[in-house]
């Protein structure tokens, strides 16, 4: 797994772009790819920051807690 690139690299090609240079130039004037350049201005455009989530963690857990007690009471049955 990768480490994700610089805040300052990814708000440098969101500027980028918002000064009027398309992602495409943008992504090639800073050597990242199109698509990251498409992902990152519309992350800034949706929640106003360029930060990377958290990489790793538990995912799964939340989901099967929410079933926690219909799984207890059904091996209680057995």
Known sequence: M???????????????VDGGLSRRKAADRFGVSISSAIRWTRLQRRTGDVRSQRLGGD???????????????????Q
């Open 2 to 16: 990768g480490k994700p690139l610089s805040v300052d690299l990814r708000e440098r090609v969101v500027a980028a």
């Open 59 to 77: 995912k799964r857990s939340a989901r099967i807690e929410a079933h926690g007690t219909l799984i207890l009471s059904l091996v209680e049955a």
